[in-house]
């Protein structure tokens, strides 16, 4: 099942460059949540410090806090942290030199699975969830390059339920696909919030408005707005807001 997420004046910095300015939310359980904003607002760094791999970057640096249920994520082992809080990035990235069953069972090959029909079920219950199963079940050991960019899409999804996390972030999942493909990633998020708690970055209005349950908006690394999706899209409470959505900038 999900957990929620507690963000409590959460401050990034490239360098000298401060990209978040203390932002706070209640991330809510077994929810999408929505971050839009204009390029450049922080969106992607802020869910890149809700599983630590701000820090990884070169100069990347956090203050703050951020709770996921009651354990403090800057307290845990960082490998911990990605285990529970997955990620999904812009551009699908499967593993190049691996199979399509290998892609999905590293995870759990490193976290010490062994038992082979443990791990084919794991692997099939992943892809299943990913609305991949039927499509590659029968060309698992396959090169994963060979799919399609919308099915690599899905299974870096797979690969990452595999690993059975509580949180599930997506950076931007369909910005590099066919109108066809976002439907069915859509779709995918939609029927996942079940057992997951979703954060995902967009920058289509329109699919925030679809998918998510909470929207924040974000504006040179600050949290403008937090609110229902319906709400923030038709009563906006800051001006800024409404300019965003209606097209005045960003």
């Not at 998020?189 to 349950?213: F, G, P």
């Amino acid at each position: 099942m999900g957990q929620s997420l507690h963000v409590r004046d959460l401050k990034a910095w490239y360098g000298n460059h401060q990209t978040l300015r203390g932002i706070s939310m209640e991330i809510p359980e077994n929810r999408v949540t929505a971050i839009i904003g204009p390029s450049g607002c922080g969106k992607s760094t802020f869910i890149r410090c809700l599983n630590r791999l701000h820090e990884t970057t070169p100069q990347g640096r956090v203050e703050g806090k951020v709770q996921l249920g009651d354990a403090d994520v800057y307290e845990m082992d960082a490998v911990d942290v990605r285990r529970v809080i997955g990620m999904v990035f812009q551009k699908p990235n499967p593993f190049p030199t691996l199979s399509i069953y290998d892609n999905v069972a590293i995870g759990l090959k490193l976290g010490g699975m062994r038992d082979k029909s443990a791990q084919f079920e794991r692997v099939e219950q992943s892809l299943r969830m990913a609305a991949l199963w039927d499509e590659v079940k029968d060309r698992l050991h396959r090169p994963a390059v060979a799919l399609s960019g919308g099915q690599q899409q899905r299974l870096c999804i797979a690969r990452a339920l595999a690993v059975q996390p509580n949180v599930l972030l997506m950076d931007e999942p369909a910005s590099a696909l066919d109108p066809i493909s976002t439907a069915r990633i859509e779709e995918l998020v939609l029927s996942l919030k079940e057992n997951y708690t979703i954060v995902i970055v967009t920058h289509n209005m329109q699919q925030a408005a679809r998918v998510a349950d909470k929207t924040a908006f974000f504006l040179n690394g600050e949290l403008i707005e937090f609110g229902d999706t319906t709400s923030l899209f038709t009563r906006p409470q800051d001006n800024r807001t409404e300019d965003y959505i209606t097209g005045r900038f960003g």
